[in-house]
């Protein structure tokens, strides 16, 4: 075998390897619409929500009729986002585990809750290093801002700005070994 050949069958060897390690990927099927959201999609933004009520305090609420009202930049399909109706349903068992009683209807409260979601929502992220690992990032980032009123008079009480974060990770190692899950 000539000089060339064998400068050939080196290339040809390579390219073989390049498109071996290239075909190998670690796969995390996620079924769509249909299916509804992904865990990781759904556990992320409840557990920075949780983070982010851990500072807040229900306690001036007790013995009082709240109404909640929840505002945030997502679609919506009808009257409110499931991103709202999920808010207003996860702040509603905070105020009754606190003592506060919900209204029926707005006329009915004494306070009314106004919350802005500025943020509530995921990140997600993939990284892919040919053979060695493989990574998925799922950030969880809610941003509210709370503003309570007094009904009769629309007076404001108590404003609040409330932050949280959830990392959850997961990563395959040669594409074999995993998921190996990290939550933050």
């Known amino acids: ?6 400068a050939l069958f080196s290339w040809a060897k390579i ?9 190998a990927c670690a796969t995390k099927r996620y079924w769509g619409p249909t299916m509804g959201r992904s ?3 759904q556990f992320t933004p409840a557990d920075a929500l949780e983070k982010a009520l851990k500072s807040a305090s229900f306690d001036r609420y007790r013995g009082r009729t709240v109404w909640i009202e929840v505002y945030s ?5 009808g009257e409110d986002s499931p991103e709202e109706r999920f808010l207003r349903s996860w702040l509603a068992e905070k105020l009754v585990a606190n003592g506060a009683r919900l209204a029926n209807s707005v006329n009915q409260s004494e306070i009314l809750l106004d919350v802005k979601a500025r943020v509530f929502g995921i990140h997600q992220t993939r990284r892919d290093f040919i053979l060695l690992l493989y990574v998925e990032l799922t950030d969880g980032i809610v941003d509210l801002h ?3 009123y007094e009904q009769e008079s629309g007076k404001i009480l108590h404003t609040e700005d409330l932050k949280g974060e959830a990392k959850y990770r997961e990563y395959y190692i040669l594409y ?5 899950k990290s939550i933050k």
């Open 1 to 6: 075998m000539g000089r060339k050949e064998k």
């Open 39 to 41: 865990a990781d999609s």
């Open 15 to 23: 390219i073989v390897l390049i498109f071996f390690l290239a075909s």
């Open 176 to 180: 074999i070994f995993g998921p190996i």
């Open 73 to 77: 930049l997502t679609e919506r399909t």
């Open 146 to 148: 709370l503003t309570a």
